[in-house]
């Protein structure tokens, strides 16, 4: 399939100009934390799953509400927390019944598989090395690997693909309709100038996604004001200012 863009600078470009300006600087987190917000965010809007982390630092962790600092944050207590402990504090993401054993069980594995319970020595790996090693993990797959790597403070390069960017992405033709995220994420990388850089590509990413929270939804996409119309393999091929796609 060929994109109507040259590169992902095409989409950053129009993205920026439409939004006026890059997106809000991201709260950088240690790999573990990462994991953590990762696994219990999927299918959660951001508000909720932010809330969430928060119960769970407190909960779990003794630290107080106060000012929002996470360098020393541990997560023992969290791993040896009760599954029912963990559900009710996961009450404000979706399906917390099956999080809460995927979290305990992620950090469960870590402990067995390295001792103690941090990933602190992956940044002395390679990134790829890195993403198997996430990946081998209950609940962590291509979008949780990915996360970790390019949002937490190892800051590699890597494109997290959610929802939003999956289907914007094969909306504009950059990847068939039935690809992996694994498979939209090789496909945009391949797109990816080489002068990205991992903070880039996490640009990339949130722009990608507020996109897919406004004007490129699930059920209708708003080409008519869509800056990235002439360059959508989709919605350049509709006179509709708007198309809807259902159930
Ligand atoms: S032109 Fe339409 S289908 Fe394409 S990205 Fe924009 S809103 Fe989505």
Known sequence: MKP?????????????????????????WDPLTQLIYSIQSS????????????????RFNGWPTGPNTWDEVRWEQLRDATIPEIEDALKLSTFPEKKAVQLKETLQRITERTGALSLAFLAKYRTDKIRRWIEELPGAGSKASAAVVNFSSLRRKAIAIDAHHQRIAIRLGVARASATPREVETALT?????????????????????????LCTLRVAHCGKCPLRDICITGSSHTARTLEFPK
């Open 190 to 214: 391949a797109l990816a100038p080489a002068n990205w850089t991992a903070i880039t590509m996490d640009d990339h990413h949130t722009l990608v996604k507020k996109l897919g929270q406004s």
């Open 43 to 58: 299918r959660t809007k951001d508000a909720e799953s932010h809330a969430s982390l928060r119960t769970l630092r407190e």
């Open 4 to 28: 109507l863009f040259h590169d992902l600078d095409d989409i950053q470009n129009r993205l920026l100009a439409w939004w006026g300006g890059p997106a809000p600087v991201r709260e950088v």
